[in-house]
């Protein structure tokens, strides 16, 4: 094992190149907090980037923000596209290198043409599609915000557009909850050709009536994701372990957690992960700024770095930046993304 000590706010291993495969980049989500749903823009994920750890590429993950406001209902996602590509405008290159939207798959093979202008929005970048699919019936989430319907996976028209990914080289995000990891270890089997990459280890529950019974819990999404690792085009996203519907008694708490409490947290979830599908399919991530709610991007990192301290370089290589590039077929990159010379004034002006 690592000799891993320090300042939980002072970034541990700073030389360990990370590849953060889901970020987020928005005007706000009022419904996660003052933290998780703030304004976050280029800039601000910048000075996250900035703080210590060695962030070579970053892959920014849809979240319904600046969409078209006009033209055809269909394609007014794709400006949320070029936002991105935007963004990452004379910064370095690792920004944003990768960009996953969102299309309406229940369009079937409708949805070809807004593929395709995904894919001229995103000039080289744009490497899948996410529509969350994130439903439970539990009454805690009847108000739940674009509360989407019930067996979305299963649906006919969704199959008909999820099929469109594969022959235009495009990868499937999955944004669910853990009740419904079956339903999507069996979209996995019928479609083996698209890489189908699970969000926030699958979204394990922890409110209403899940809250409620843990040990119970624990082991159903175990389950559930032991039958996912059973398909090989299956890789699962490490992180969102900081969100609400977690029921962790870390988030938004003051003061926040410290390094030691999210390791004590987030450890069996992690090597669970790690030992169903293997470090070679696994990566983690920040989901930024939604986790900013539980910690910081420092502590976010010194946490999975202990966490995986004992295991091997190749193990870790692949947990912290193989996995993700090899996923969203990324370049080859070794420097770090680093703010601009005036965000790292205001930041140190010593």
């Not at 989500?29 to 962030?55: E, Q, S, T, V, W």
């Not at 996995?188 to 280890?201: E, K, Q, R, S, W």
């Amino acid at each position: 094992m690592r000799p891993i000590t320090g300042d939980d706010d002072v970034a541990i291993e700073p030389g360990l190149a990370i590849v953060d495969p889901h970020h987020h980049l928005w005007d706000g989500i009022a419904a996660l907090g003052p933290k998780g749903g703030r304004f976050y823009h280029a800039p601000d994920l910048l000075a996250d980037l900035g703080a210590g750890h060695r962030i070579v590429q970053t892959v920014a993950i849809e979240c319904h923000a600046h969409y078209r406001e006009d033209g055809p209902a269909s394609l007014r996602p794709v400006g949320e596209t070029a936002f991105f590509l935007a963004s990452a405008e004379g910064a370095s290159p690792g920004l944003c290198a990768g960009i996953v939207g969102h299309a309406d798959l229940r369009l079937g093979d409708a949805v070809t043409p807004v593929l395709e202008a995904h894919a001229a929005a995103g000039n080289g970048r744009f490497r899948g599609i996410r529509h969350s699919a994130n439903w439970d019936g539990d009454p805690v989430f009847e108000a739940w915000p674009r509360r989407p319907s019930p067996g979305l996976l299963a649906d006919t028209g969704f199959r008909a557009g999820f099929a469109r990914l594969a022959p235009l080289g495009l990868s499937f995000d999955a944004w669910i909850f853990h009740p419904q990891i079956g339903e999507l270890a069996n979209l996995a089997a019928a479609f083996p050709d698209t890489a189908i990459i699970l969000d926030h280890v699958g979204g394990l529950l922890g409110i209403g009536g899940h809250g409620t019974r843990p040990a119970e819990t624990f082991a159903a999404w175990r389950d559930g994701m032991g039958k996912l690792a059973a398909r090989p085009n299956a890789l699962v996203k490490i992180g969102g372990l900081g969100m609400p519907f977690g029921g962790s008694p870390l988030h938004m708490r003051e003061p926040p957690a410290s390094v030691a409490e999210l390791v004590e947290a987030w450890r069996p979830v992690v090597e669970t992960c790690v030992e169903l599908f293997g470090a070679e399919r696994c990566m983690f991530e920040s989901n930024f700024p939604v986790d900013s709610a539980t910690c910081s991007y420092v502590r976010l990192w010194n946490a999975f770095k202990r966490i995986s301290a004992r295991w091997s370089t190749d193990e870790r290589t692949a947990l912290f930046s193989g996995t993700a590039r090899r996923a969203y077929r990324l370049p080859d990159a070794d420097t770090a993304i680093s703010p601009p010379a005036a965000a790292r004034a205001a930041r140190d002006p010593s």
